[in-house]
T-cell receptor
Framework: AQKVTQAQTEISVVEKEDVTLDCVYETRDTTYYLFWYKQPPSGELVFLIR??????QNEISGRYSWNFQKSTSSFNFTITASQVVDSAVYFCALSEDNYKLSFGAGTTVTVRA | KAGVTQTPRYLIKTRGQQVTLSCSPI?????VSWYQQTPGQGLQFLFEYFSETQRNKGNFPGRFSGRQFSNSRSEMNVSTLELGDSALYLC??????????????FGEGSRLTVL
């Protein structure tokens, strides 16, 4: 069975600090996809990034970057120079190509001005 | 382009009643998924439809059902409501075809309160 663990329940930072969100996953498949979503107070989940299990290249997209390590089953996400608008709940998710996502419990990020 | 639209946004029901929630996907998207979000259980997959066919179903009782129409719009129904059904119900659409690789685009959800 799939499982996604986000050990951090809440993170509070001051604006312009970096924030790193941890995600550890469990799967028996060799082909899978990992995602990060953001949920602002309005409720909708906003897609941030996607990674497939065959691509461990870490990238940076604007203020977002991620670190995917299959050896440790981790898919961490970093927001650089955080802003107040980054305050939201962030979810890590796993899909084993069966049309559904398994989400972690979420990490609430609060960025203070 | 317009995003995923869910109606109603908020509703209050009493135990034993039934409820129908509606979701209009992004134009051109043929896959619609439903998720339940509660403080205790988090985000849980309900079901996914593609071209009017249910392709996958989560671990929910038969009181939870859904369907998809030829225009890709979807509805989900919960019968004999229980207090524990109080949740935010999120609908998501994607271009997903024969296999799942695409990101999901979520609506703002329908918040159901069961009294």
């Amino acid at each position: 069975a799939q499982k996604v663990t986000q050990a951090q329940t809440e993170i509070s930072v001051v604006e312009k600090e970096d924030v790193t969100l941890d995600c550890v996953y469990e799967t028996r498949d060799t082909t899978y996809y990992l995602f990060w979503y953001k949920q602002p107070p309005s409720g909708e989940l906003v897609f941030l990034i996607r990674r497939n299990s065959f691509d461990e290249q870490n990238e940076i997209s604007g203020r977002y970057s991620w670190n995917f390590q299959k050896s440790t089953s981790s898919f961490n996400f970093t927001i650089t120079a955080s802003q107040v608008v980054d305050s939201a709940v962030y979810f890590c998710a796993l899909s084993e190509d069966n049309y559904k996502l398994s989400f972690g419990a979420g990490t609430t990020v609060t960025v203070r001005a | 382009k317009a995003g995923v639209t869910q109606t109603p946004r908020y509703l209050i029901k009493t135990r034993g009643q039934q409820v129908t929630l509606s979701c209009s996907p992004i134009s051109g998207h043929r896959s619609v998924s439903w998720y339940q979000q509660t403080p205790g259980q988090g985000l849980q997959f309900l079901f996914e439809y593609f071209s009017e066919t249910q392709r996958n179903k989560g671990n929910f009782p038969g009181r939870f059902s859904g369907r998809q129409f030829s225009n890709s719009r979807s509805e989900m129904n919960v019968s004999t409501l229980e207090l524990g059904d109080s949740a935010l119900y999120l609908c998501a659409s994607s271009l997903a075809g024969t296999s799942y690789t695409g990101e999901l685009f979520f609506g703002e959800g329908s918040r159901l309160t069961v009294l």
